[in-house]
């Protein structure tokens, strides 16, 4: 070892744990595990893929998924399974969850 660094690539792993650590729960406590199940929200998991059933928190990365990976079928956001629409969120209820400030 010479002691010199490879150059830092960002890998595409490298990046989708980006985002699943800006929109996926990690708070802990009884809370925080409540809404990582999805117990009372249906999870974070709000959409998921009709063709893969992969699923997504919202539409804008259901759309970057399907440009990805079904790039051939035409994007349908009515034909995405939201599976959160059977489940109706209480919005008094404090989410303990996403990552990031509270104020708007
Ligand atoms: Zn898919």
Known sequence: MTGKAKPKKHTAKEIASKVDAATTNRGGGKAGLADR????????????????????????????????????????????????ATCVPETSKPKPGVRGSFKK
């Open 37 to 84: 199940s999805g117990i009372e929200k249906g999870g974070h998991a709000k959409l998921e893929c009709p063709h893969c059933k992969i699923t997504a928190p919202d539409v804008k990365s259901m759309q970057i998924h399907h440009d990805a990976r079904h790039p051939k079928i035409p994007f349908d956001e009515s034909k995405l399974s939201d599976l959160h």
